[in-house]
């Protein structure tokens, strides 16, 4: 009997976990829906932009200028890194990793949102919200994806908390690792689209 | 509620019913009434609470209507009139249509694929408060008299500060978005829910047409609802913090609020009617006595219908003064999807031919869709030739052509739906005589209330205006109109008092009145809350017509698909569905209401601009969701950490 039970279907199969989990699929859709939001926001740029056909920025509004956004880029797209290191150690069972690449993106994310506070508090001196339409694309686009960043450093920062109590993380468990992985590479990704989009995009 | 019960099954022992009942059963409690997570309540409750906005919205209809029965009528005033058709159609559309569908996927879902419940469901438990809340918050603005007023799409600038001051469209842009968050989170759930707990051996090319077109409509849902989220996102931060994204005095431009509605609101139309249509799908078996003809074609038409459904905005935007070539695009798009739409309607159409068709009450309903429906399309497809769209354009030929498709294409199915699954959501069977008598006064009344308009559209009387005067001649078929919707409305009030004469007199109904083919019908007449004592193991697309299917539940049981120590259902592969593992299901919770009440919370103070609350309230559910999903600490050696 006991044989049995071991070799039995649902004992070969509860083990390892085998194929896609639903949480794996309800995150990858949901990152879907969002980029489609992101989509829709940086085409609502380029539409206004081209249907208001003149000078971009219009206003007098001078162009990004390009230092800090660039830093910014430079902080943020490595900041995957370390938690793909930090997903592969758990997935050995090393919580070391974990903790330790958790704790190295949120630094990165942090002095990300840092550096953005910094360009607001220069540009809100030129232009804000309701100077026109090209400020409110502006702060609206950077805003909304800092936004993005706050909530995935949140998830990033509950995760490393659950990996300091212990008991939570492991071989075998590590399926909240993997969905906060994805959302984060996804803040990172869409960063590349927005620079390319609000900064380099006006000077072409 | 006393029920005939499935023949016991061999497979399952009574020590595993007992302990699938001690696993899944709720008792009757103020705490399990607010904290259940069962996807049989909570589609219950989608379809008590879309039908109670359906009344809501049917009645502001009727006051119209009423209105508009003789010229220059001051029943209602212009500023009432307003509020009434905007508040009539983003109700159908958004707190009726969609969630009524998502009710009836809800509940069918997890029974027609062979699971004990969805992928998330306190995700689900969270999409029901959610919508319930949304509706509440923008049906509750009407007694103050600050409903929405600028027509269901809200087209600036008529919608901007300037020119409709007032909480009006903040209530519209703000509850549009917090429901959105209901939409969406359904969405994803049946997704999930169809890609991995279908029953061993449901393949793809056995999953029922209604599985189909629900997981069709979500991902319409997730590629849509996007662009409306963000529309009104820019509405509202235009109307409260001076934003300009649709102020052409300072390089914004009007026109990208009706792109983005239309890149959301072309595809709504089939995320309303692809839902509806697989119900249809789903009904023809049973009393046309086979399986639907062409089941691949089904398919491949909704499948094609939900991608195209992406590229025929423009149609809505005939008379806005886009350039030509993009017109003739857009314009051959639109006829495009036609075909798919054609090769449904054939299908049902080859297979009532060749199939023998019980006239039943559900049967009667498909048939006044497959009717209503088909004229509805012959107008859409005439829209879709430019010229004539630029002269009915804002007629009242335009509102007869979508209650045509709308009523036709949504209504009536659910209708069918609605008879033909209350003995399986209620336990009890309808009076056929009393379903009859609301079928006839219903398909009387729909076409008597709207097939004038097409003839007073063509006359010239433009819609959304709150009276009109005598001279044109559009008074008689007005009138014509009103009286059709009273008839329409005691059809309606039939078909309630049916469903409550149903639940409280009918007698009892077996697990399977119709000889139905799906799965749902394979169990009790209502189902256990663990749906089925033995998960089935799927041999056909018929599962319930086909003997190895259904023996797989009786004498062909096995313990690996009984799964009674524990609250537990299968994972099976997203193409083959060959079972993957044994997943535990959550228990009963109240995070979702407290989650949902910190979110009406935020939202209510956006609308009144008390955004310490709201920053509070954000707070509270960024808190809810973080203890939600904390992981449940474990022994060391079960998780897998090395020193």
């Not at chain 2, 969405?187 to 997981?215: Q, Y």
Request: aromatic share 14%; with cysteine.
């Amino acid at each position: 009997m006991s044989v049995r039970a071991a070799t039995g279907t649902e004992a070969l199969t509860t083990e390892l976990p085998v194929g896609r989990s639903t949480g794996w699929w309800g995150m990858v859709m949901f990152v879907v829906t969002e980029a489609t939001l992101f989509a829709c926001l940086l085409g609502s740029y380029f539409y206004l932009r081209f249907q208001y056909g003149g000078p971009w920025p219009p206003d007098g509004i001078s162009k990004p200028k390009l230092l800090v956004p660039l830093v910014m880029t430079a902080v943020l797209l490595p900041s995957s890194l370390p938690v793909v290191w930090a997903e592969r150690g758990i997935r050995q069972g090393q919580r070391w990793r974990l903790r330790a690449g958790l704790a190295a993106t949120l630094v990165l994310g942090v002095t990300f949102l840092a550096l953005q506070a910094s360009e607001y508090a220069e540009k809100l001196r030129e232009f804000t919200m309701t100077t026109d339409a090209y400020g409110s694309l502006f702060y609206l686009i950077t805003g909304f994806h800092g936004l993005h960043v706050l909530v995935g450093l949140t998830m990033i920062g509950w995760l490393l908390a659950a990996s300091l109590r212990g008991g939570s993380f492991g071989a075998h468990r590590h399926e909240r690792v993997r969905n906060a992985a994805i959302y984060w590479h996804f803040v990172d990704l869409v960063w590349a689209a927005i620079l390319f989009t609000v900064y380099l995009s006006p000077r072409l | 509620m006393s029920t005939t019960a499935a023949a016991p099954a061999p497979g399952a022992s009574r020590e595993d019913l007992a302990a699938l009942e001690e696993r899944w059963g709720e008792r009757p409690s103020l705490r399990s009434w607010f904290g259940t997570v069962d996807h049989k309540r909570i589609g219950r409750r989608y379809l008590v609470t879309a039908g109670f906005f359906f009344i809501l919205a049917g009645l502001s209809a009727l006051a119209m209507r009423t209105q508009l029965a003789r010229p220059e009528s001051r029943l209602l005033s212009p500023q009432e009139y307003n509020q009434l058709f905007t508040m009539h159609g983003t109700a159908m559309i958004f707190l009726f249509a969609t969630p009524m569908l998502f009710g009836f996927g809800n509940f069918l879902v997890p029974l027609m694929i062979g699971s004990r419940d969805m992928a998330f469901p306190k995700l689900n438990a969270l999409g029901y408060w959610v919508f319930l809340f949304a509706g509440l918050f923008m049906w509750a603005s009407l007694p103050f008299g600050a409903a929405p007023n600028g027509g269901w799409f809200a087209y600036v600038p008529l919608t901007e500060r300037t020119n409709t001051p007032g909480l009006h469209m903040d209530v519209y842009s703000l509850g549009l978005l917090f429901l959105g968050i209901a939409t969406t989170a359904g969405s994803i759930n049946f997704i999930v829910t169809a890609l991995k707990l279908r029953a061993p051996g449901m393949s793809l090319n056995r999953v029922p047409l209604f599985v189909w077109a629900i997981v069709a409509t979500a991902f319409m849902v997730i590629f849509a609802l996007p662009a409306l989220n963000l529309d009104n996102a820019m509405l509202f931060l235009d109307r409260r913090f001076g934003t300009h994204f649709f102020d052409p005095g300072a390089a914004g431009n009007v026109l990208l609020w009706q792109h983005l509605f239309w890149i959301f609101g072309h595809p709504d139309v089939y995320i309303i009617v692809m839902p509806a249509l697989g119900i249809v799908s789903a009904v023809l078996p049973a009393f046309t006595r086979r399986g639907v003809v062409g089941y691949p074609l089904i398919v491949f038409a909704i499948v094609a219908i939900s991608i195209i459904s992406f590229g025929v905005w423009v149609h809505h935007m005939f008379a806005t003064g886009l350039p030509r070539l993009s017109y003739s695009f857009f314009s051959a798009a639109s006829t495009i999807i036609t075909i798919p739409s054609g090769i449904q309607i054939f299908a049902w159409l080859a297979t009532m031919a060749l199939g023998r068709v019980v006239l039943k009450v559900p049967m009667l309903f498909l048939i006044g869709f497959v009717v209503t429906f088909v004229l509805g399309g012959f107008t859409g497809t005439m829209f879709a030739l430019t010229a004539f769209d630029q002269q009915v354009t804002d007629s009242y030929f335009v509102v007869a052509h979508f209650h045509y498709v709308l009523i036709g294409g949504a209504v009536f199915p659910m209708l069918a739906g609605i008879y033909y699954w209350l003995p399986k959501i209620t336990g009890r069977m309808y009076h056929e005589g009393l379903g009859r008598w609301a079928f006839w006064l219903v398909f009387a009344g729909m076409h008597v209330t709207f097939f004038p308009m097409h003839l007073y559209g063509l006359f010239g009387m433009p819609r959304r205006v709150y009276t009109y005067r005598s001279e044109p001649g559009w008074d008689g078929w007005n009138l014509v109109s009103t009286a059709g919707s009273y008839l329409l409305a005691i059809g309606l009030l039939l078909v309630l008092i049916g469903v409550l004469h149903a639940i409280r007199r009918g007698r009892p109904a077996p697990p399977d009145p119709w000889g139905a083919d799906s799965l749902e019908w394979s169990t009790d007449s209502p189902p256990k809350p663990y749906n089925f004592p033995v998960l089935p193991r799927v041999h056909s697309l018929h599962p319930t017509w086909d003997e190895a299917s259904r023996e797989s539940m009786g004498a062909g049981a096995t313990r690996d698909r009984i799964l009674a120590d524990g609250r537990r259902t299968l994972l099976t592969s997203e193409l083959d569905g060959s079972r993957e593992r044994v997943v535990e299901m959550p228990e009963a919770s109240l995070q979702p209401l407290v989650l949902a009440l910190a979110m009406l919370v935020f939202f209510t103070a956006m609308l009144v601009a008390w955004y310490p609350v709201a920053a509070v309230a954000a707070v509270a559910v960024a808190a809810t969701i973080a203890v939600w999903l904390w992981p449940p600490r474990r022994p060391e050696r079960e998780l897998g950490v090395q020193p």
